[in-house]
């Protein structure tokens, strides 16, 4: 009997999922269907780099379609909700899909709308987000002209996708004015919701001296009320942080059609998931994959990547009736850009946070701690994108648990 | 793990001060653990809100997040920093008992 598999998102999850579901099924054993509202696959990280003009929008979209194997049907429509009684996804373009197995990965979405005054006179003027193609393209004009004040990045509160990202934006900030020779009349101050530069310890040490050694100020526990016109961000406890230019990384939840689907998601849209088989808690036959789940872990490319193997295995699992199994250990590994033509690396799970050594053993590329290899890892990565993690292929070295043989590893403490 | 007496019972605690063990917590250790906060006085309104703290950890084995707590518990995020000045998660968090909010990573 043919299965019917729908995924939901021809992002990164929906993408590699399809293309391993694919090479695991022959065409009379399963009907795979991606459905996703356009079809424009965004590289997310190459964003970061938009604004400094070390890349440009038009390299890092392709086609979804373009994407996927040979024998996987694409549709290119809304999402209206999927009624998970029935088994059936309704679409925007009135098609009705039932599934035996549906896979949510649809991502995050950007909630500008829900801080008040950030879509307001200023927003596209002097407060941009890098986080989309076109804010990643405005804000790079704005930076261009951008000769003297205070530059502020400011993240509205987690989750985000790529909590490192900002930080980097902040690194990259600082030797772009390097270069243009005007670092000394442009302030730089970075405005977390979190109480350091990251959600842990050993590694927010690390980047809090990093960004000090910069000279960036940080300001921790700032969440943002309010952008008032005039260029201000005032917190709920009533501090203010004074900017020329914003680079404000807005709210996120999940898609929308979640919401519209009664007993899928939770209050942010994005759907309860067993975070080590990656089944979701609304159904046996709903799994998640990447930033749509609310699983305590990143949302990031390399998380989605690292999760695709157990998802995979788990929705054969539930075709034939075995136990599923809970093999995904939260496992996440992010190049940051930290300027100069350097990087750092940090390579973590669900139990073990970011720490230095080495990566993927011994010997292999530095962890947290800055070398011209890891820029050159973060470069190269874009092609290994593209041509081995979409196609859904198993990194050659590079397992989906996170290894522990190269890392300096605390000794634990006694409870 | 230091151990801290409130209202007379010994209790686990982290280094930041959040519990360990929710149910060493009673009602009767808030108003000494909201003074060690700064707010002298529990109101209704704050109680409303510990109370939604402690049943959303029952659920879901984490407190919720100060925008999860402004979409659900009925006070809007504005009210809750005036009731809990110095971060509403947190606070609340650490006066009804629960460990620190796992936000996200």
């Known amino acids: 009997m043919t299965s019917r598999i729908v995924i939901l998102g021809g992002g990164t999850g929906g993408t590699l999922t399809a ?9 009379d054993e399963a009907a795979i269907t991606v459905v996703d509202q356009d079809d424009r696959h965004v590289y997310q990280p190459g964003l970061l780099f938009v604004p ?48 035996d197995v549906l896979v949510v990965a649809t991502g995050a979405r950007l909630v500008p709308e ?4 950030l879509l307001g006179p200023a927003w596209m003027d002097s407060v941009f987000t890098f986080y989309t193609p076109e804010g990643a393209a405005a804000l790079g004009a704005a930076l261009a002209t951008f000769d003297r004040g205070r530059l502020v990045v400011n993240v509205v509160d987690m989750p985000i996708k790529c909590p490192v990202a900002p930080l980097e934006f ?29 959600t842990k310890p050993i590694a927010a040490a690390q980047l809090g001296g990093m960004l000090n050694a910069r000279g960036i100020e940080i300001v921790t526990e700032f ?23 914003a680079v404000v990384i807005p709210l ?24 080590h088989t990656l089944q979701s808690k609304a159904a046996s036959n709903i799994f998640v994959i990447g930033d749509a789940a609310n699983v305590p872990a990143s949302k990031a490319g390399s998380v989605t990547h690292f999760e695709g193997e157990t998802l995979v295995d788990n929705v054969r699992r539930f075709l034939t009736g075995e136990p599923l199994e809970a093999g995904f250990d939260g496992h996440a590994n992010c190049f940051i850009e930290t300027g100069f033509h350097k990087a750092l690396l940090i390579d973590f799970n669900y139990d073990t946070e970011p720490v230095p050594g080495h990566y993927p053993s011994p010997v292999g590329l530095p962890l947290l701690k800055e070398s011209r290899l890891n820029h050159l890892g973060k470069l190269l990565f874009q092609s290994v994108y593209w041509h081995g993690l979409l196609p859904g292929r198993d990194l050659p070295g590079l397992g989906s648990n996170m290894p522990t043989a190269g890392k300096h590893l605390p000794v634990p403490e006694k409870d | 793990m230091p151990n801290a007496t409130v209202a007379g019972i010994t209790v686990d605690r982290n280094d930041e001060g959040f519990f360990t063990d929710p149910n060493q917590w009673t009602e009767a250790m808030a108003p000494e653990l909201a003074r060690s906060e700064g707010i002298d ?22 407190g919720p ?20 000045p110095k971060g509403p998660a947190k606070t609340a968090a650490k006066i009804a008992g629960i460990p620190k909010p796992r936000g996200c990573i």
């Open chain 2, 41 to 62: 006085e529990l109101t209704d309104d704050h109680w409303r809100v510990l109370k939604f703290m402690r049943s959303e950890y029952a659920q879901k084995g984490t």
């Open chain 1, 52 to 99: 400094f003009g070390l890349a440009h929008t038009d390299d890092i979209v392709r086609p979804r379609a373009r994407q996927l194997h040979e024998g996987i049907e694409f549709i290119e429509s809304a999402i209206d909700h999927v009624d998970i009684e029935a088994g059936e996804v309704r679409l925007g373009n009135g098609v009705t899909l039932g599934y």
């Open chain 2, 65 to 84: 997040t100060v925008r999860v707590l402004g979409k659900t518990s009925g006070v809007s995020i504005k009210e809750l920093y005036q009731l809990f």
């Open chain 1, 114 to 117: 829900e801080t008040e005054g």
């Open chain 1, 170 to 198: 902040c690194f990259l900030a600082d030797w772009y004015f390097t270069e243009r020779g005007i670092r000394d009349r442009v302030q730089i101050t970075y405005a977390t919701p979190l109480d350091g530069a990251f």
């Open chain 1, 223 to 245: 969440n943002t009320g309010e952008v008032v016109p005039g260029g201000r961000l005032t917190g709920y406890d009533g501090r203010e942080v004074q900017f020329d230019l």
């Open chain 1, 252 to 275: 996120h939840g999940g898609a929308t059609y979640v919401g519209r689907s009664p007993g899928l998601g939770d209050e942010l849209d994005f759907v309860p998931t067993d975070e």
């Open chain 1, 19 to 27: 293309n391993r579901l694919r090479r695991l099924y022959g065409a």
